[in-house]
């Protein structure tokens, strides 16, 4: 389970912080909660705090009576549920891509390309050396300014 935490910074700026990623036995509300109370507590933060909550349409995330948005609820009645929308966006691609071909083509080349590239650290350094020449090349012959805010 990652555990991603949204806060306002002390100038207004939306943040995003990955506090954690960790193991479940099981999926039920009950551990998913009693894992999240063991961060909270790890990392000294309050429930009373948390004014929103994110989770993907499960039954043992979105449940009203018993799933971990209830859990949460009960904990603190301001933590409003919002379903995860790049969930919303994930299921779209899917059902799009189901009915196109050339969509599903696409796409299952970006997953192929992603695990061959993620699961070896010598293809990341040939790509990222392949691609700081080419970002070298373009900057010296004009086609990309560089300066401060421009990349």
């Not at 551990?31 to 109370?37: A, E, G, H, T, Y």
Request: with cysteine; net charge positive; glycine share 10%.
């Amino acid at each position: 389970m990652a555990v991603v935490l949204w806060h306002v910074d002390k100038y207004g700026v939306l943040k995003e912080i990955l506090i954690g990623v960790v193991h479940v036995s099981d999926t039920t509300a009950l551990c998913l909660k009693s894992n999240i109370d063991q961060l909270f507590i790890m990392y000294k933060l309050s429930w009373q705090k948390v004014r929103g909550q994110g989770y993907d349409g499960a039954t043992n995330m979105r449940g009203e009576l018993n799933g971990l948005r209830a859990l949460v609820s009960r904990e603190n009645g301001l933590a409003y549920y919002v379903h995860c929308f790049a969930h919303h966006l994930q299921l779209v691609i899917v059902a799009v891509a189901k009915r196109n071909d050339d969509i599903f083509d696409f796409f299952e080349m970006i997953s192929l390309l992603l695990n061959v590239d993620g699961g070896s650290c010598k293809q990341k350094d040939m790509i990222r050396g392949s691609h700081q020449e080419r970002v070298t090349k373009a900057i010296g012959s004009g086609h990309i300014s560089s300066g401060t805010g421009l990349n």
